[in-house]
């Protein structure tokens, strides 16, 4: 059974970081693509950032790029996302999401963290 459990997420002031994880198991994550995405209330879900299966190709979106880092341990099938500087436009549910290097129909979703950024 493919799980994908994110966690990490909570309420943080703005300038104040946190780090998401999220724990994959069900199918082999070293061969798989892995992104975080974003949905604010009200608004569809964007793209975070994402990172290759071996780790070795990385984009982000424009508006969290020089403050997020995503990285990933395949030892460990976790991926992470580092937030720093955060800004109250960054509330959001951040989901978790892999899809396959070989079979992009085999496309996998978590339920969600949410980061509340606020004073």
């Known amino acids: 059974q493919v799980r994908l459990v994110e966690s990490g997420g909570g309420l943080v002031q703005p300038g104040g970081a946190l780090r998401l994880s999220c724990d994959a198991s069900?199918?082999?994550?070293?061969?798989?693509?892995m992104s975080w995405y974003r949905q604010a209330s009200g608004k569809e879900r964007e793209l975070v950032a994402r990172?290759?299966?071996?780790?070795?190709?990385?984009n982000y979106a424009d508006s969290v790029r020089g403050r997020f880092t995503i990285s990933r341990d395949n030892a460990k099938n976790t991926m992470y996302l580092q937030m720093n500087s955060l800004k109250p436009e960054d509330t959001a549910v951040y989901y978790c999401?892999?899809?396959?290097?070989?079979?992009?129909?085999?496309?996998?979703w978590g339920k969600g963290t949410l980061v509340t950024v606020s004073s």
């Open positions: 999401n892999a899809v396959s290097d070989y079979n992009t129909g085999l496309n996998y």
């Open positions: 069900g199918f082999t994550f070293s061969l798989y693509r």
């Open positions: 990172i290759s299966s071996s780790g070795g190709i990385i």
